[in-house]
């Protein structure tokens, strides 16, 4: 006896709906993989900055400031031009906007040097925590310069971060110094990037965006360069500098991987992580810990900074980059 075409019809139907879970569950399978994946980079790219604000920070101590940061942007610009330009040929160099690629590549250069400086007289945890507001000024800047709405939930993680700033700092106690103007310079010109950052990245590609940051700072600070030469004691020095150089573009060459794999509201919350890495690098190279009240403005910078970088990532569907040397 013969199956009715009834019965055809409805096994293969339930064939079909099987199949089709099945590949539903792999194609999760695949995204779940892809955003570990992304969240294993943006970890591994905090680790590399981190190792470089220790590299910056050591490095102060025998290299010229200018040279030392003219050194990690010239590895980088050569660094990403020689693995870019083969790969993306001429399509590398077009952009829409090459005076806001020239302020862009100025703001995170004066960044660096602020980062530069405040590295030499301050901790290294510490002055990680302070730059991980710049999402929190970010939103004070969308607030009053940009005419964006902003959030209760939103200004009052601004306010926490900032609290979590003063207990770092104590005004009037022995941690208070005119040290710590420099990494709030280093906070606004970074928060001033980023927002340029979130504009240029409508109609510009990620790489070309890169590829004009590392060359605008080197040539930049080319002109300064030649009057602060000096020649190193030792290759010890030499081969520090390309620490810094080598950490600083694997770094970014990881976080651009990794917002390829996964949502930028994911990952942002993971590039706190660079306080703890932060800790550990100076712990272990200059014998620093952190004291408790310290530790508990790192938390709440911590966890205010998160989540506000979360919330202006969702929003404005663009990544945050961290704040590094």
Same mark, same amino acid.
């Given at each position: ?47 590399? +900055?981190?190792?470089?604000? %220790? ?13 030392? #940061? &003219? ?5 980088? =610009? ?49 002055? %990680? ?5 710049? !999402? ?15 959030? !209760?939930?939103?200004? =009052? ?48 590609? !990620? ?9 605008? $700072? %080197? ?15 030792? &290759? ?12 600083? %573009? ?30 550990? $690098?100076?712990?272990? #190279?200059?014998?620093? #810990?952190?004291?408790? +009240? ?10 205010? $900074?998160? =989540? $506000? ?17």
């Amino acid at each position: 006896m013969s199956p009715s075409p009834g019965t055809s019809t409805d096994s293969a139907a339930t064939v079909a709906l099987a199949a089709a879970r099945v590949a539903q569950q792999r194609s999760r399978a695949k995204e779940s993989e892809r955003i570990l994946a992304g969240i294993g980079l943006v970890i591994l790219a905090v680790a590399c +900055f981190a190792t470089l604000d %220790t590299a910056t920070k050591y490095s102060t101590l025998g290299v010229p400031i200018l040279m030392g #940061v &003219w050194f990690r942007y010239a590895f980088q =610009a050569v660094a990403t031009t020689l693995v870019l330009l083969p790969l993306r040929g001429t399509a590398l160099l077009h952009t829409k906007h090459p005076r806001y690629q020239a302020l862009r590549g100025a703001l995170l250069l004066a960044s660096s040097i602020f980062a530069f400086l405040s590295l030499r007289y301050m901790p290294l945890a510490e002055f %990680t925590s302070i730059v991980l507001i710049a !999402p929190l000024v970010i939103t004070l800047l969308a607030a009053t310069t940009l005419k964006e709405h902003v959030s !209760p939930l939103r200004w =009052a993680l601004v306010a926490g971060g900032f609290i979590g700033t003063l207990v770092i700092l104590r005004p009037g106690g022995s941690a208070f110094s005119w040290a710590i103007f420099l990494p709030l310079g280093l906070v606004l010109s970074n928060a001033w990037f980023q927002v340029l950052t979130s504009k240029l990245a409508q109609t510009e590609n !990620p790489l070309t965006m890169h590829f004009y940051t590392g060359w605008v $700072g %080197t040539l930049i600070v080319s002109l300064a360069v030649p009057f602060v030469w000096t020649s190193l004691p030792s &290759w010890e020095w030499w081969a520090l500098l390309c620490l810094m150089g080598f950490m600083g %573009t694997v770094g970014h060459f990881m976080l651009i991987l990794a917002y390829q794999r996964a949502p930028a509201s994911t990952l942002t919350p993971y590039l706190y992580a660079q306080i703890a890495f932060a800790m550990l $690098g100076g712990w272990a #190279v200059f014998s620093h #810990v952190p004291d408790r +009240f310290s530790l508990v403005g790192m938390a709440m910078i911590a966890v205010c $900074g998160a =989540a $506000g970088a979360w919330l202006t990532v969702r929003e404005r569907r663009v990544p945050i980059e961290p704040a590094e040397s």
